[in-house]
């Protein structure tokens, strides 16, 4: 390695390169589409339903990028695989996989069911791990190239009340990271994770609507605050450009790093949410 050459101003820019972003209709997905397409990539984005991707289409159409929508359920093997030939069709590359889509059922873990526990896993562990190995097998290995950025959690290496079966897909995930990380670094493929932190989005509002828990949860933090919008766009362009050439394998924490403590202490009642 030579000190001597100047280094190059990084510009973290993706003109040219084309994502895919699962779970797209909202939340952090959404913001994720849209940060990428802002720094020049072309989008597929998902749902699963078609529908509520009108609004992010047209926002990345405003952005003057090319978007792709597709429907796409990750517990579904057929959904996975229709979605990536879809793309095949239509897109010329594939150069970054954001595997976004993921869901949680907050309960104290006593009245888990084998329903809820599937849902969970399927979703975020199992959907996470087909989507990514048909990207890669259908364009990031015969290209020599990819960025693959699993979203994972603080749950990946934490456990809180409420959040077993979710610590087990996030864990899982991380795990999962730094396997795909050593199967396909020889492809040119990176692998990372991006572990949010507090963000306020459809997935935990149930937790927001307790400013009493908000409060506390901030106190927790060192950053002394929740994530907020843009929190997490550095991060992602970080793992999705040329800067992050040689990086693979870590997990990027981005959640003031509210690591470590648990968050219960009697001041919320984990409550069952849907989302
Ligand atoms: N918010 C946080 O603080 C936080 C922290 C750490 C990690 N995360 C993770 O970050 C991701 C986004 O979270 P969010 O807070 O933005 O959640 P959200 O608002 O509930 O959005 C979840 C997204 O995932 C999609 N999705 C859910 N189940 C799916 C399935 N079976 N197949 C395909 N897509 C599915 C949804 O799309 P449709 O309903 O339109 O299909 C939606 O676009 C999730 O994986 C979540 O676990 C969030």
Do not use: H
Request: glycine share 10%; aromatic share 8%.
């Amino acid at each position: 390695m030579s000190a001597s050459a100047t280094p190059a101003q990084p510009t973290f820019s993706l003109t040219g390169r084309t994502a895919f972003v699962s779970g797209t209709s909202r939340g952090l997905g959404e913001r994720f589409a849209l940060t990428l397409a802002q720094a020049g990539a072309d989008l597929v984005v998902t749902s699963r339903t078609l529908k509520s991707l009108d609004g992010i289409v047209k926002r990345i159409e405003d952005l003057g990028r090319k978007v792709l929508p597709l429907e796409l359920d990750v517990r579904s093997y057929d959904s996975i695989v229709a979605a990536v030939q879809t793309a095949k069709k239509e897109v010329p590359k594939l150069d970054i996989l954001v595997c976004n889509a993921g869901c949680n059922v907050r309960k104290p873990a006593v009245d888990v069911t084998w329903d809820d526990w599937n849902l969970i896993l399927d979703t975020n562990l199992r959907g996470s791990f087909f989507l990514a190995q048909q990207a890669a097998k259908e364009f990031m290995i015969p290209a020599g190239y990819g960025r693959i950025i699993l979203i994972g959690s603080v749950t990946c290496v934490a456990g809180y009340a409420g959040l077993a079966p979710y610590g087990a897909s996030r864990g899982g995930v991380k795990q999962m990271a730094m396997a795909l990380a050593d199967d396909w670094g020889v492809n040119g493929i990176t692998v990372n994770v991006l572990a949010p932190g507090w963000f306020k989005t459809a997935q935990n509002a149930v937790m927001y609507e307790n400013q009493e828990w908000v409060e506390y949860l901030s106190d927790r933090i060192p950053l002394k605050r929740p994530g907020a919008t843009g929190d997490l766009d550095g991060p992602l362009l970080f793992l999705a450009s040329e800067e992050s050439r040689y990086v693979t394998r870590p997990r990027i924490s981005c959640s003031g790093e509210s690591i470590g403590e648990p968050l219960q202490r009697q001041r919320w009642s984990p409550r069952p949410s849907t989302k």
